[in-house]
């Protein structure tokens, strides 16, 4: 009963996860757009301080929008806030965190092969993670270096693959993952708390005072728009992210930490052709970049074509399939298994269940991927699957009768 209802409490958790965080992106997907599509009003605006404006037709009517410089004359009577979509993706991207991967299944954070850790342990060095790179986030967007976007955006690209190298070799990669996704998660709701409210505030307390905003409110309100913008190259990457963990040929390759990155770097670019195309600059060279470094991937990330191992002896004997199911027994079936013994599960994941050998031939492709290429499963090599016994399974997956 507990492992059903801990699958019902993770699920409801990334549903809202998911509904809030395409809120939050599409938000800002729509207010870069806008920003980067205003176009200078008529002179009787101007008048009136709109620094902006831009006519749109959706939904069967005409909308014009306007930018102020700063503020408006007097405040309006009602005045919407875009807040909640940024607190609410994060509030339950955290408890997902804590659900799946500090409370549920230590296969998913704990790699004994990389470092023998406690659950407690491990939680701590995440969330230390999380909470160093917002500290030392702010303190670099509050430096002279943020006035120079180009160099800001080294520095914070080799931060964060330094966080990336650092949890790939500390955590399971599915963990390591996960975690450089909260690391920029955290950045970005920090980006609306830190700065883009409190500047907000302060422009709406000039208005609300029928004060002309100053230099210091001028200074937040930029600000807080550079923060927008590092929000805005942020969301592809972290989208990545928060789907990988159905696609463990990226976490689970011994180079995740690289792939990770090289993902990040990609969609992040790719990103840039969008804002430059808002503002009028049509730069197709930059999507042909991105397309190529995505094929150099593919091509990279390939499994080179494998032949059966010879066995031990160096004779062409053939593994039986007494030694394989011995071996599923042991290292598969306590998850993979109509009625899992493991008691984070309650179903087999997804739907894969090998209570017989004809299901392990069925499946034999994605077998050999995940436990003899990328070694990824058992989760965590909780069960101890020696070499040996993974070079066995990759002979039987392969030989001819398969």
């Given at each position: 009963m507990a492992a059903y209802l801990s699958e019902w409490l993770s699920l409801i958790i990334r549903w809202f996860h998911v509904i809030a965080g395409v809120a939050w992106v599409g938000a800002s997907f729509y207010f870069i757009w806008l920003d980067n599509h205003l176009r200078k009003p008529p002179e009787w605006k101007v008048k009136k301080g709109i620094k902006g404006d831009l006519w749109a037709v959706h939904g069967g009517g005409f909308y014009e929008v306007a930018k102020y410089e700063l503020g408006p004359e007097e405040m309006p009577p009602v005045l919407h806030w875009f807040k909640w979509e940024a607190y609410s993706t994060w509030l339950s991207g955290m408890a997902l965190l804590f659900t799946v991967y500090y409370f549920g299944s230590p296969g998913y954070l704990v790699d004994a092969s990389r470092a023998d850790l406690t659950p407690l342990a491990a939680a701590a060095i995440g969330l230390g993670f999380i909470g160093g790179m917002l500290v030392l986030y702010e303190a670099l967007i509050r430096s002279p270096l943020a006035r120079n976007g180009k160099a800001f955006g080294l520095v914070l690209f080799a931060l964060l693959v330094a966080v990336?190298?650092?949890?790939?070799?500390?955590?399971?990669?599915?963990?390591?993952?996960?975690?450089?996704?909260?690391?920029i998660g955290t950045l970005m709701v920090g980006n609306v708390f830190l700065g883009i409210m409190p500047s907000q505030r302060a422009l709406v307390r000039a208005v609300e005072n029928n004060e002309t905003p100053g230099p210091e409110v001028a200074r937040l309100a930029a600000q807080a728009k550079l923060r927008s913008t590092h929000n805005n190259y942020l969301t592809l990457p972290i989208i990545f992210i928060m789907i990988s963990n159905h696609y463990p040929m990226f976490y689970g390759h011994e180079y995740g930490w690289a792939v990770l990155a090289a993902i990040g770097f990609i969609t992040a670019f790719a990103r840039h052709f969008f804002n430059l195309r808002h503002r009028g600059v049509y730069r197709p060279s930059i999507l042909l970049i991105a397309a190529i470094m995505t094929v150099i991937l593919i091509g990279v990330l390939a499994p080179s074509p494998t032949s059966v191992p010879a066995s031990p002896s160096g004779s062409d004997t053939e593994v039986t399939d007494a030694d394989i199911q011995s071996l599923i027994d042991t290292h598969c079936t306590g998850c993979h298994a109509k009625v899992p013994s493991s008691p984070a599960f309650q179903a087999p994941p997804a739907g894969i269940a090998f209570d017989s050998l004809e299901a392990v031939k069925q499946h034999w492709e994605k077998v050999l991927q995940a436990a003899v290429n990328s070694q990824y499963m058992p989760l965590g090599n909780m069960t101890g699957m020696k070499p040996e016994e993974r070079k066995m399974l990759g002979r039987w997956l392969q030989q001819p009768t398969q």
């Open positions: 990336d190298w650092t949890l790939f070799h500390i955590f399971a990669g599915r963990g390591a993952f996960i975690h450089v996704g909260a690391v």
